[in-house]
């Protein structure tokens, strides 16, 4: 089992920046591949972005490429999403997800196995 804890959301306006942590405990994080996803209110959860604990692998969903950094600290357990440039269109729950490392990265969020409650990040403009 691992246990995610996400923080870091808030109120800012468009063009600011962010920085979300995801704690995580339990199994060794290593083996985890790191996911962050967002789900604003009547939408289907969407996929922003994802590192591998091997070779630094890195994904990122088309709508934040450019703009958010997913970074993770191995030593600490935590992964980081920093967002910059932020738009109102961001604005949502963000969820960290972890899923084996074995199976690589996916942008699918049924194919991860743990998931954090998310943090509320709003946008304003």
């Known amino acids: 089992q691992v246990q995610l804890v996400e923080s870091g959301g808030g109120l800012v306006q468009a063009g600011d920046s962010l920085r979300l942590s995801c704690a995580a405990s339990?199994?060794?994080?290593?083996?985890?591949?790191m996911g962050w996803f967002r789900q604003a209110p009547g939408k289907e959860r969407e996929f922003v972005a994802a590192?591998?604990?091997?070779?630094?692998?890195?994904v990122y969903g088309d709508s934040v490429k450019g703009r958010f950094t997913i970074s993770r600290d191995n030593a600490k357990n935590m992964v980081y999403l920093q967002m910059s440039n932020l738009r109102p269109e961001d604005t949502a729950v963000y969820y960290c997800?972890?899923?084996?490392?074995?199976?690589?990265?996916?942008?699918?969020?049924?194919?991860?196995?743990?998931w954090g409650q998310g943090t509320q990040v709003t946008v304003s403009s």
């Open positions: 997800a972890a899923r084996t490392e074995t199976m690589g990265i996916s942008t699918r969020p049924n194919l991860y196995d743990y």
């Open positions: 339990g199994r060794t994080f290593s083996r985890y591949t």
């Open positions: 590192i591998r604990w091997s070779f630094g692998s890195l």
